[in-house]
């Protein structure tokens, strides 16, 4: 059974920085998709960035040039470098892999940005 554990959310002022981590237990493919999403109680779940097969598909243009998504096989783990943090990047993150057709999600993990 694949479970996601994310970590390294927290409080930070603006133009601070964060690392999430999303720790995979359990065996997925090397192709497989992963993402972090985002999520304020007003809004629906925000796909944030992510990456498959190795290489880096897709970053939102409200973060790109600050977030960075990356794996590490090794340590079967996702990463999110986050930068110049905004109050706007207020929200819970999740992150989210499909191994050819399972889905499966973390529990998040809070980011709040304020002064």
């Known amino acids: 059974q694949v479970q996601l554990v994310e970590s390294g959310g927290g409080k930070v002022q603006p133009g601070g920085s964060l690392r999430l981590s999303c720790a995979i237990s359990?065996?997925?493919?090397?192709?497989?998709?992963m993402a972090w999403y985002r999520q304020t109680p007003r809004e629906q779940r925000e796909l944030v960035a992510s990456?498959?097969?190795?290489?880096?598909?897709y970053t939102a243009d409200s973060v790109k040039g600050r977030f960075t998504i990356s794996r590490d096989n090794a340590k079967n783990t996702i990463y999110l470098e986050m930068n110049s943090l905004k109050p706007e990047d207020t929200a819970v993150y999740y992150c989210?892999?499909?191994?050819?057709?399972?889905?499966?999600w973390g529990q998040g993990t809070q980011v709040s940005v304020s002064s």
């Open positions: 989210y892999v499909d191994d050819l057709g399972d889905k499966y």
């Open positions: 990456i498959h097969n190795h290489r880096v598909a």
């Open positions: 359990g065996s997925i493919s090397t192709i497989a998709f």
